[in-house]
């Protein structure tokens, strides 16, 4: 993909968000990466979505050095780049404070897989991190921030790994959601599904804060019939 | 009706799915059933609701064969299928995953008649199925999900049997919605107030949780005020 | 005012209900009253909201006798009527299933007076009707959902008479919201401003199950700021 | 800045109001001052938003004299005064009755800072007033309104005093929010903050009762990043 059409296609997932009603004001950002050329292409920090134009986007490096644009990128910038780094597989970012999935993050919660909606996107919970050390929000935040995601989908003598594209999100525990996908037209898709799984969670709970979540055996038979070598969703 | 009339009403059910509010990008799919050819016309699986035209439509058998189309029918066509054959007297089948409707299904309940709303569509609680077993999941899982509705409407010996046209609708447990109804129109219409006394179901159950449903009386009057050869609604 | 303007002023305060979200397909009607006429007119029953014009407005007498108009009236008819007999301060009624109020009427609950948005426009609680038993149901029920509210506003041993002006909505049990108002406007008006008062006390109420009503001193202060001869709001 | 752009600004930012949906008819108010001039614009009481002109806006001195304009001001004219004087650093005051704001007045609770998205406006919970008393509500009631406000603000015993402009929001008890800013845009911005923050607070608590706010390092890690002499966040 030419850094052209990386561009574009940051920023329709950006408007995407805006479309779907995930972001209020300038409270949300996507970023796209090329691995061959190691540039990243991220929303400028701060600027209205109304008028916003593909040269408006900032190129940075995987270190967060700006190559192109005139503009300061997000101020979550070294979350985007962090993730690349550690998570080679996808392609695409995108952060939102949108209603239910944050709500669920400032309760320090999980979004359970409570139904076949969730399975169809996401293969298990969608895990919420640690909270932040008062050293971490100190010091490098945006960067600890990428680090307390990382740490939540390694494995641990409790848990096994989660792999980043089989759970393409994670909650900042007292912050929001962060995305992510092959592409930005992905994430972005996995950012407006994850709400949507997210208020049918606070739904399901209030109405029953005891509800099972879907069997191991739903969970794979919906997430591989979308996902894989084996799936028979859609017309590919 | 001629097929060409069926593939408009299924597109006109699904759009009225959109329009509505009821699906979230592909999550839905609308089909309608020509009894006397023995064919069904059914949404393509996976393709975006904007720009469907009535030529996209899928038309098959009642075993599922493709008749006529170019594209894959909707993958919950076996659902569709088995419903046809078990409900004689239904002539459309709609698939939502509606928010509400859905949160019930994810907790495991059935929606119960608790207002006049919900009785003048519904002649009792909107019921919710068991959960499917591994061996239903890792089988004919599509055809097992119609199997499970066509069990909750059977008699057993603990509770009578419920006449489909009655209750026009049923929650798979840890899924979603599947409605249906005499023809596209009237499963379109169902799915959409069957969302709506989802709605108020939450809502009555999370203010007053032992709330009561209506009577027996209420229930008969309101429904059979608009429906059978007795009521009395509209200009009919 | 002339029976011309009263059919415009019935079709107004009808489509101000779905514009503002309380109606669904065509659950709702209003209908105002020509009290020196002695005529009624009101919305035809089932008929789409859409393309909806004066001229199909039914005019009744006050016994529910059709004196113009080709179509039926609205099923509610006998309701109507048998309020505009009991109030005779009232010039309009209007009924909706609107989501939050229908939700209270559902789990039989009155809308305690919780603040001031209420106290402008309710002075008290809206009161809720006692379920109608099955003879009621099964005699002249429309008739009867009126009665039950008549009574709910008359003096009792325990409580006093509520005036209808000032407390212009009554919950029927396990049915909905009827509202009205001293002319068509006003009654759509204190519909909308109930769905609103409603969804303020359901969130009140699943934040805090206990929460106080107002004042006294506070419903006082607010309801004669907006209403009587000592008004202070608006430009009149 | 002119007075007329003075009048324009506030018109802005009652119209902002609206398009957010923060306000129900008539339902809110938005004032602005000029402090060299010692002149105060606010919106005239009870006129509809539609059509609504600059050259309608009220202006009156700090005691609430009308100096220009033929319509009456709002109603809540003394609360915006007295917060004027006593609070020198604002420039602008905004009132809604938006939904979850008013919901935690009418529960008499403050808004918890329960994640990052309230810390980015507000340095900690946004604060309710105690309950008027019957006095206070049978004498200046308007005044009294405001006098709760700066009370809260004040230091007492117990606590310290809250800065304005940190915290630029507060709940009055049983009735709605206030908010205010440095001018009139960021008043209604910062009235639109507290609606989301209100939204996401009340999801967060009906899941997770006991959810802790954030911790004092993210609230200073987020509120500065945003406020003051080493903001990061924009473009500025």
Not at 8 to 26: F, H, I, M, P, Q
Not at 38 to 63: A, N
Not at 170 to 176: E, K, W
Request: proline content about 6%; charged content about 20%; aromatic content about 8%.
């Amino acid at each position: 993909m030419l850094l052209k059409d990386l561009r574009t296609a940051v920023l329709d997932a950006n408007l995407e968000l805006v479309k779907r009603g995930l972001v209020l004001y300038t409270f949300g950002n996507a970023s796209g990466i090329d691995r061959a050329e190691g540039l990243m292409v991220i929303k400028p920090s701060g600027v209205d979505y109304d008028g916003l134009r593909p040269g408006q986007m900032v190129v940075t490096d995987l270190d967060g050095n700006v190559v192109e644009g005139t503009l300061k990128p997000s101020s979550d910038l070294e979350t985007h780049t962090l993730l690349y780094r550690e998570f080679p597989s996808i392609g695409a970012v995108v952060h939102t404070h949108s209603e239910f999935a944050t709500s669920f993050a400032q309760a320090g919660m999980e979004i359970p897989a409570l139904g076949t909606t969730h399975a169809d996107t996401f293969y298990g919970p969608v895990p919420c991190t640690a909270p932040l050390s008062d050293e971490a929000i100190g010091g490098r935040y945006v960067h600890e921030t990428g680090l307390a995601i990382v740490r939540r989908f390694a494995a641990t003598d409790e848990r096994a790994a989660i792999d980043p594209l089989a759970v393409p999100a994670c909650l900042v525990a007292g912050h929001a959601p962060f995305c992510w996908g092959r592409d930005a037209h992905e994430a972005a898709h996995n950012a407006v599904v994850l709400e949507y799984c997210a208020k049918l969670a606070y739904n399901t709970l209030t109405l029953k804060p005891d509800a099972d979540g879907v069997s191991q055996a739903l969970l794979d038979r919906h997430y591989f019939r979308k996902h894989g070598p084996g799936k028979t969703y859609g017309q590919g």
